[in-house]
Each structure stands twice: as structure tokens, then as C-alpha cells.
């Protein structure tokens, strides 16, 4: 889907907006900053994606012991890995 541009009459409406908040609750706006939503984002996708390539590891080291408990959790950590990388560049 991609998104439509604003003209400048609405873009300068929402800018007003923007600023507006930025006065009224400067907590608020720096709390919702899309900035911050994007680094946050990017952080839980890299943390899960490293979880991700443990459990990967984990389960082919399980996988000595026990074959399906071992891939089981190789298989675990792969959805984890393609979860992370959706999260990451998936919707923006």
C-alpha cells in the first residue's frame, strides 16, 4: 500500500498540529515521536532475532541427544529470526 502525499495545504495544517503539541505536552510528543518507535522497533527485532540464532544453535546441539526436541527448537529459533527480520522491514 503506499500512501498518497499530502498537499501543502494539509501539510501545513499538520506541521501547525505538530507544533502545537510540541507546546502544549512536550512529554507526550517526545513520547510518540516516530523516531523513537523506530528505534525501539529496530532494537526488539534485533533482540529477538539474536534469540533467534541461539535457539537455531541450541537446537542443533539438542539435536545430538534428541531429534525432534532438537528440531523443534532449530525450528523455533528459525520463526524467530524471519519474525524479526518482519518486524524490522515490515510496515513502516
Not at 527485532?45 to 544453535?57: C, H, K, Q, T, Y
Request: hydrophobic fraction near 55%; glycine fraction near 6%; charged fraction near 25%.
Amino acid at each position: 500500500m503506499t500512501a498518497m502525499p499530502l498537499s501543502d495545504d494539509e501539510q501545513r495544517r499538520l506541521d501547525e498540529i505538530e507544533r502545537a503539541l510540541h507546546c502544549d505536552d512536550p512529554s507526550f510528543a517526545a513520547s510518540i515521536a516516530l523516531d523513537r518507535l523506530r528505534q525501539r522497533r529496530f532494537r526488539r527485532a534485533v533482540v529477538i532475532f539474536v534469540l533467534g540464532v541461539v535457539g537455531l544453535l541450541v537446537g542443533l546441539v539438542v539435536t545430538v541427544s534428541s531429534v525432534i526436541a532438537g528440531l523443534l527448537i532449530s525450528v523455533a529459533g528459525f520463526l524467530a529470526m524471519v519474525t524479526a527480520v518482519a518486524l524490522r522491514f515490515g510496515r513502516r
